[in-house]
């Protein structure tokens, strides 16, 4: 029987959740050992949420220390890969099992709906897990090519300590892109979640232990970027980051890992993806992958499709659709709510910055076509309606910047030569689309469009078998399917001579 999920539930559930706020280091909860927290401030209604414990290079220091231990003595990188496989697996399995108390977690830090949580966040990060967990007793390694009188073994060997730094947008998803293969590839690891959203982070470590994975092998320090975040990237002992989060922050990493032992860095960075709409297009099928595609999540993805080129002869049939379906379809609400399509962005100074963003862009000529405004602030929460600014030029702040709310930027067309130029003039290259019935057009533009993933009538198709990441400033470095395990990897040559 299926569950009815209503505000209410969620209130009462509310009532009984722990909400634990301290570091996981060594298969244990420790305070910061400065015992200084801070306060997560919730989105949804902005009052007072977790403590959290707020790291720095002591704790980061302990961390490291302690996945390095784990590493070394072999626990986890030499245990039989059947019992690594069963072990993730059953981790997979109480992520499912606590789904509801993860969804909930996440919802009081991030504001996103509470089913959203549950139905999307819980479940591909619990499916990351298990293919991952799944692929470990499938790697095989390779004999060379040498000749008759030696043999040389090409071994894939994990790196060592993995520092993961992740992003508030989907915390428990991208948490699962980083741990699934890096813990799968026999690697340990210490997570550094946003400020913003570390109690999924610290809940889904400690499911890691119950489901039997080895104390040290996944440690989780929180607090800010500067203070926890920056020590683990200039840290001597660890071999690697791989970080999600913007443009600007992964340029300093870069700089982190030169400046220390060059640890490698893997990227996944911000994005500006075009969306391309010809005037023989699916106007339907178009509108709806827009709206969805630049809405959901109130526009906090990284592969929000927030430019729309769109071919001037349709422009105001289009936008009509998508001003229709954006009211009728994405129900902007308090997170609880069952009916909420969309909730609350993370805080209120990035709230701030977005509506600042949208009055730059009315400065600069952006015209209005609906919403972007702030909206239900009489629950004291920080939320935005999604909106479209049409006849605006490539050049203009909204077209170019980074917004991450629900804000679209419409751009008119003439010819394809111009519609390509345009999709490509950005410092990013994460993702990008076109919508034509035309197929040699669309395999045209999907080959030429410079970015990570490209879709061809639709936007956001993602599977676990298909990698992630971008091309340009958005980074370097894929996340999901086979490919990822490679970047917790490098190969050992081992040769032995015969007769
Ligand atoms: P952010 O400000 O770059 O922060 C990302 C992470 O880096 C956070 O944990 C942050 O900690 C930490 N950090 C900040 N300053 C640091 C420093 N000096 N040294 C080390 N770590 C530091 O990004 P965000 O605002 O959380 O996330 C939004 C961005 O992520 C957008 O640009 C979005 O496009 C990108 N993103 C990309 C992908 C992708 O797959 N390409 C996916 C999702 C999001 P604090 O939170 O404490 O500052």
């Not at 949804?44 to 302990?62: C, H, Q, S």
């Not at 004291?380 to 909204?398: A, E, H």
């Not at 197929?439 to 993933?453: K, L, N």
Request: some cysteine; overall charge negative; hydrophobic content about 45%.
């Amino acid at each position: 029987m299926t569950k009815t999920y209503t505000r209410d539930y969620w209130n009462s559930a509310l009532d009984g959740l722990k909400l634990e706020g301290r570091h996981f280091i060594g298969g244990e909860h420790r305070t910061a050992a400065s015992g200084e927290t801070f306060t997560r401030i919730r989105p949804m209604d902005g009052k007072p949420g977790a403590e959290l414990a707020r790291g720095t290079t002591v704790d980061i220091d302990a961390a490291v220390a302690s996945a390095r231990a784990a590493f070394e003595s072999g626990v986890w990188r030499k245990k039989e890969p059947l019992e690594k496989k069963k072990i993730m697996l059953r981790w997979a399995e109480l992520i499912r099992a606590h789904g509801e108390e993860l969804a909930m977690l996440e919802t009081l830090d991030v504001g996103k709906p509470v089913l959203a949580s549950l139905n999307v966040d819980v479940r591909l990060c619990a499916d990351g897990i298990q293919y991952y967990g799944e692929m470990i007793d499938k790697l095989y390694d390779e004999i060379a090519p040498t000749g008759p009188n030696a043999r040389a073994l090409v071994r894939k060997v994990p790196l060592g300590v993995i520092g993961a730094i992740t992003p508030w947008n989907y915390p428990m998803i991208i948490d699962a892109w980083k741990l699934g293969p890096a813990i799968a590839a026999g690697n340990s690891v210490v997570l550094k979640p946003a400020e913003q959203s570390s109690l999924s982070a610290i809940r889904l470590a400690s499911l890691a232990v119950e489901a039997g994975l080895p104390a040290g092998v996944l440690n989780v320090v929180t607090g800010y970027g500067e203070e926890a975040g920056k020590p683990l990237a200039l840290h001597m002992d660890v071999d690697m980051i791989a970080f999600t989060g913007s443009t600007e922050v992964g340029k300093l990493i870069m700089g982190y890992a030169a400046q220390s032992n060059v640890k490698r860095v893997a990227l996944e960075l911000g994005g500006k993806s075009p969306l391309v709409v010809f005037e023989d297009a699916d106007l339907d099928a178009a509108a709806s992958a827009v709206a969805w595609g630049c809405f959901y999540n109130s526009g906090e993805t990284c592969h929000a499709s927030t430019r729309l080129l769109v071919q001037r002869s349709v422009q105001d049939k289009l936008i009509a659709k998508i001003e229709a379906l954006t009211k009728s379809d994405i129900a902007l609400a308090h997170p609880f709510e069952p009916s909420a399509q969309i909730g609350a962005l993370i805080e209120e100074a990035h709230m701030q910055k977005v509506l600042r963003m949208i009055a730059v862009g009315e400065k600069e000529g952006a015209r209005r076509a609906f919403g972007a405004e702030q909206v239900l602030s009489e629950t004291g929460g920080y939320y935005i309606s999604p909106g479209v600014f049409v006849d605006m030029t490539n050049d203009m702040s909204l077209a170019r910047q980074e917004i991450f709310g629900p804000v679209l930027a419409a751009i008119p067309f003439d010819t394809e030569e111009e519609a390509l130029r345009l999709a490509n003039d950005t410092i990013y290259g994460l993702a990008g689309a076109v919508f034509t019935k035309d197929m040699d057009r669309a395999h045209r533009f999907s080959e030429e469009i410079h970015a990570g993933t490209v879709w061809i009538n639709t936007y956001d198709m993602s599977n676990f078998a298909t990698p992630f990441g971008g091309f340009k400033q958005s980074g370097f470095g894929r996340d999901r399917s086979v490919h990822a395990i490679d970047k917790y990897c490098d190969y050992k040559t081992i040769w032995q001579q015969f007769g």
